[in-house]
Each structure stands twice: as structure tokens, then as C-alpha cells.
Nanobody, 116 residues
């Protein structure tokens, strides 16, 4: 059972930056693709970014060019650098781990609020 703990959520002004981190309880380096999802009030949870064990990345169109996902396999962590934040980025952000196409483990989430 992999436990995922997110941190870094905060209140930030539009145009600002935040860095989210996700720490795994056991090694994820050679096994899991790591995802960042988000869920805004009244909306479905959506995939924001993903990174494979080999370092290949995926970004949703809405965040491409503004967000960067990275992982440190030695520390079993994955991060999401978010720049040029917009009010529509406001959501609870979740870290997730999967071996295939279905998420195996979810974190508890961290709140990101973009507002002036």
C-alpha cells in the first residue's frame, strides 16, 4: 500500500506561482506513473499532468506551458511547478500513482486558490 502525501497548496494571486509536492511512502521509481489531478467545486476530477517512470510527460491543454511536472526517484517525490496561475486553476490538487491506465493510489489532496 503506497501512501501519498501532498503539500504546497496555498492562496496565491493571479499570475503568481506555487510548487506542489507529493511524497510517497515507498519506492515509486521503477514502478509507477505519477499523476497530478485537480477537482474544482461542481466539476469532475481532471488529469492535469503525468510523468512516467522513464520521465515522459503529459500535460492537459489548459496548463501546457505554465505547469511543469517532475519526479525525484531517489527521494520518492513528485512535484508540480505552477506558474502564471489563473483563477480557473483554483481546485483541490491530488497526487496519484498508477501502474497502468487506472489509478492505484490517491493522496488526500491540497487546496490551491487563485484569487486577488
Amino acid at each position: 500500500q503506497v501512501q501519498l502525501v501532498e503539500s504546497g497548496g496555498d492562496l496565491v494571486q493571479p499570475g503568481g506561482s506555487l510548487r506542489l509536492s507529493c511524497a510517497a511512502s515507498e519506492t515509486i521509481s521503477n514502478i509507477y506513473t505519477m499523476d497530478w489531478y485537480r477537482q474544482a467545486p461542481g466539476k469532475q476530477r481532471e488529469l492535469v499532468a503525468a510523468i512516467t517512470s522513464g520521465g515522459s510527460t503529459y500535460y492537459a491543454k489548459s496548463v501546457k506551458g505554465r505547469f511543469v511536472i517532475s519526479r525525484d526517484n531517489a527521494k520518492d517525490t513528485v512535484s508540480l511547478q505552477m506558474d502564471s496561475l489563473k483563477p480557473e486553476d483554483t481546485a483541490v490538487y491530488y497526487c496519484a500513482a498508477r501502474r497502468g491506465t487506472t489509478v492505484d493510489y490517491w493522496g488526500q489532496g491540497t487546496q490551491v486558490t487563485v484569487s486577488s
